[in-house]
């Protein structure tokens, strides 16, 4: 006996084949928004963004950059949490800011400096083999003059060195760390 597959029958193991697939693309979308959004409530970022794209401006970002980083370094009492962070960060952004501005002003620019804490979307990014998915984070945000040029990211809490952070904490789970690392595979979040 001989068994036809028509028309129809083609169409809907096509139209079957798509929902099952976009019903997998809803699912890994779901854990990728879970995961970052678990990693929103533990990291806290740090963000400066240059006046503009200029090799000038580009480099005073880095030198605030340096500076800030120096100055926190020696500073941040050893947090055991990320509240702890945000609150010193918040109680000495008056600070932050001068030195900042004093940066700035040793290498004869007079652009504006503003700094804060606020929540900010950030891209993809990746920190030695870690992967952080795209989406809103609490950062320390530095903006010097319009804000226009390229920025620089790094993570504060855990501290600034976070392959370290990551093998001594305990911020995410075996199943979460799997998913922003790279383990043989080339894990990104789209």
């Known amino acids: 006996m001989k068994y036809r597959i028509g028309k129809k029958q083609i169409a809907c193991t096509v139209i079957a084949i798509i929902f099952a697939m976009c019903g997998t693309g809803v699912l890994a979308k779901a854990e990728e928004t879970r995961v970052q959004k678990k990693l929103a409530e533990e990291v806290f970022r740090f963000h400066v963004l240059a006046n503009s794209d200029s090799k000038e401006d580009q480099a005073l970002k880095m030198k605030v950059k340096e500076n800030v980083i120096t100055y926190m370094k020696e500073q ?20 932050i800011e001068s030195l900042a501005k004093e940066t700035l002003l040793a290498e004869g620019s007079s652009d504006s400096v503003e700094a804060k804490v606020t929540n900010c979307y950030f891209p993809d990014k990746t920190y030695g083999d870690v992967t952080f998915p ?13 804000a226009k040029g390229q920025n620089w990211w790094c993570v504060m809490y855990p501290p600034l060195c976070l392959d ?27």
């Open 76 to 95: 941040l009492p050893k947090s055991e949490s990320v509240g702890m962070t945000k609150t010193w960060v918040s109680s000495h952004l008056d600070k």
């Open 134 to 146: 795209q989406g809103n984070y609490d950062a320390l945000r530095i903006e010097i003059g319009e």
């Open 164 to 190: 370290a952070a990551l093998s001594e904490s305990t911020l995410l789970t075996p199943e979460e760390k799997f998913l922003i690392t790279d383990n043989g595979y080339c894990i990104k979040f789209k």
